[in-house]
């Protein structure tokens, strides 16, 4: 776990980050997908290069991993061996010197892999730099936590919420995708409110992996000319206008309306979708994926890949802005509405 003055564990059992005087710079990269196995070298090394040089070039103060960074598929890692792979990811992130939360999804922990979702945590929070709680066990998941940044007089100033969205609902892939469960989203939005008593005008960026059906449903208003849906940058890549989102609807986006603390959300998990939109209050962005080994082909491919960075200032308004990897990024959405 993460060891420095800055860092500490309050009476609530939540994290918390002070900030200094200067924005503080959060990097989301996700879809890492190392293999770390006998046919993932090539594809491991070129990932590894993507992240070294996003986290040089944007020197973040924290990195939030958001899900799939290890990926125990044998048919392309030549490995289930994550026990393995999150040894070596921890020592890759390390390598930084920059705290990095870690949240699970879907692929971490992937059918038949050697370690399940408490042995993958347990080597997570050894990491040196690492932020990761097991969070509520009465709750679904594992990795429901939130870390507080705090201002250099120790005020708190934002909620980081990390979620874990699951995996596959009853009997793993062939049931489709899992989402927040309502116990999530309460437990959620009950911190928050508890969390807004220190502070009447907190704000708090949500990160998970899976996006939420609310994601798509904007995009669609979008497309259809709704001019309440703003577009911020980036498209939808993935074939058919794909979103991964279950078929199970979570209630997470009503209560995050309802409780009007949320103001930003990040995903990942759909590796070509860098898309961002504000819908209701709430933008809601894909991250910009690092992915060379899940999707076939990928590593041709290059108008998805990067990071995202999220500047937050000390008045505690925020920005993001996609960090491509290459110049290139696709800004083509049909109904697209600045
Ligand atoms: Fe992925
Ligand atoms: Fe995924």
């Not at 002070?18 to 491991?44: N, W």
């Not at 208003?221 to 911020?232: C, I, R, T």
Request: net charge positive.
């Amino acid at each position: 776990m993460y060891n420095n003055p800055m860092f500490y564990r309050d009476k609530d059992n939540h994290f918390v980050l002070k900030t200094g005087e200067k924005p503080y710079k959060i990097l989301q990269l996700t879809d890492l997908h190392f293999g770390f196995g006998i046919l993932s070298k090539k594809q491991d090394k070129l990932a590894a290069a993507a992240v070294t040089k996003l986290v040089k070039e944007t020197k973040p103060d924290l990195i939030i991993l958001t899900g799939d960074s290890i990926f125990p598929y044998i048919l392309k890692a030549g490995t289930r061996n994550n026990i393995k792979q999150a040894k070596k990811l921890v020592e890759f992130m390390d390598s930084f010197k920059v705290p990095y939360a870690y949240l699970f999804g879907n692929h971490d922990i992937e059918m038949g892999s050697k370690g399940d979702k408490n042995q993958i945590a347990d080597i997570i929070i050894e990491g040196k730099y690492s932020i990761f709680a097991k969070g509520d066990r009465s709750l679904t998941g594992l990795g429901n936590y939130i870390i507080k940044l705090h201002n250099y007089q120790d005020q708190l100033l934002m909620a980081l919420v990390i979620l874990d969205s699951n995996m596959y609902r009853d009997g793993w892939y062939y049931s489709g995708f899992d989402c927040i469960r309502e116990e999530q989203t309460a437990w959620c939005m009950k911190e928050l409110s508890k969390l807004k008593k220190q502070n009447l005008d907190l704000k708090a960026l949500a990160f998970f992996h899976m996006p939420l059906p609310e994601f798509k449903e904007a995009y669609e208003k979008m497309k259809l000319g709704d001019k309440s849906v703003k577009y911020n940058f980036g498209s939808i890549g993935e074939s058919n206008d794909y979103f991964g989102i279950s078929k199970y609807k979570p209630n997470f986006f009503e209560k995050a309306i309802e409780n009007g603390i949320i103001k930003g959300i990040f995903c990942g998990h759909d590796h070509l979708n860098t898309l961002s939109l504000t819908y209701r209050g709430i933008m809601m962005t894909y991250g910009m994926s690092i992915d060379f080994l899940g999707y076939s082909n990928i590593s041709k491919k290059y108008t998805q890949r990067g990071g995202t960075l999220i500047t937050v200032n000390n008045d505690v308004s925020f920005s993001v802005d996609p960090v491509p990897l290459t110049t290139v990024v696709s800004n083509f959405v049909r109904g697209q509405n600045k």
